[in-house]
């Protein structure tokens, strides 16, 4: 997430490290709760195995239990993001819808057209002669075409099929229509970034995928607005203690204290947004910030869409080698796993999605945001975002 700074608190050219160092952990973590699709059975055609018994289980716990819910992560911090880059500009018309389109475009479909195409021949070989699928069994013409266009998770009741995780990723581009026509036809406040909210909290029944999606994106509007306010307060290091307690605390609460009490519907996305506000306060307030998590932030949609049909590979390996899936209770597995997934995700971002990239926003039209568009120190995307 590179930024070119536009207001005089920032300099010229700026990257908000903290924020790349969240989207990096969130992109791990769902790869220790997706662990278990390693135990897929495919004669039963479901996962069976003992969670207790996964790699590091003692250190990893929680996220063996409940990394799913960095998806809301993701989503609070592209909230954050694109209010600040785009909701006032959106607003006065100086960002065209095509332009926007095209920013979108050419940053999540070449890694998704790719990552299809693999999980489609990844899957011709496990399914074999029974025609059983890894983990995800739904590959239907259909569902192609929808998978292919972004659009699979838009209805409710919806089937993850293909490269399963993009489910969040289709959300994510239904948010980015929603965020752009709210802002151009409605209003970017925070009272109605509260009514998004409240509407994604309604939906939860309906359409369970995107309520999430609406309310951890537009907690993160909020989360702007909330970081926008602390700002103009001034004491800037005791709002940075503060929000960093309030927030430690609501990790803590987070991470031990729902499950004790079992509440399943805890919501994080409080949680999280305080998180984002603490980090962004925190490199506002410390210039000098740096991170070396914060190199994850680049690859993190590489991390996010690859570790499936990686999966596949090991699966494929550990079945044509004649091993058993006990052999990923391992910790050599997951290690060697995330040894290769890592540096995989480094080539993809500079050798494919990079290159992939520039070459599109070549022939699409460029976006048409003044330096001074928007509140004080809101940045501009650079090619790379």
Known sequence: ?????????????????????????????????????????????????????????????????????????FFVISGFVFYWLYAESIGARTVSPRAFVSLRIS????????????????????SGPAHVLFVYPRHDLLLAVKTLLGVASWLPNSISGFNGPFWSVSIELLLYLIFFLTCRF????????????????????LHPELSQGLKGFFMGGVAYHVFCW????????????????????GWVALAWLAPVLHMDLYPPEPIFAGAVVF??????????????????????????LLHFPLQLVFVLV???????????????????????????????YHGFELPALRF????????????????????VLTDNS
């Open 186 to 205: 409605v209003s970017a406040s925070l009272g109605f970034a509260l009514v998004m909210v409240f509407l994604g909290l309604a939906l939860h029944h």
């Open 279 to 304: 980090a962004v306060l925190a490199e506002h307030r410390f210039p000098t910030f740096r991170t070396g998590l914060s190199v994850l932030g680049d690859i993190s949609y590489s991390v996010y």
């Open 1 to 73: 997430m590179r930024l070119i700074a536009a207001g005089p608190q920032l300099k010229s050219s700026k990257r908000l490290y903290s924020l790349d160092a969240l989207r990096g952990i969130a992109a791990l973590s769902i790869i220790f709760w997706h662990w278990q699709h390693m135990f897929f059975n495919a004669g039963l055609g479901k996962i069976v195995y003992v969670r207790s018994a996964q790699p590091l289980y003692p250190f990893l716990r929680y996220l063996y239990h409940y990394g799913d819910r960095a998806v809301t992560l």
């Open 318 to 348: 550990n079945r044509a080698l004649g091993g058993q899936p006990e052999i990923f209770y391992q910790t050599w597995t997951l290690l060697l796993f995330l040894a290769v997934l890592v540096p995989l995700a480094f080539l993809s």
């Open 360 to 379: 599109l926003r070549g022939r699409l039209e460029r976006p048409k945001v003044p330096a001074s568009a928007g509140l004080a120190g809101v940045p």
């Open 230 to 249: 602390i700002r103009t307060r001034g004491n800037a290091l005791a709002w940075v203690v503060g929000s960093g307690l309030g927030t430690l605390a």
């Open 107 to 126: 940053r999540l479909f070449p890694l998704h057209v790719l990552t299809f195409a693999l999980v489609i021949g990844l899957q011709a070989v496990y």
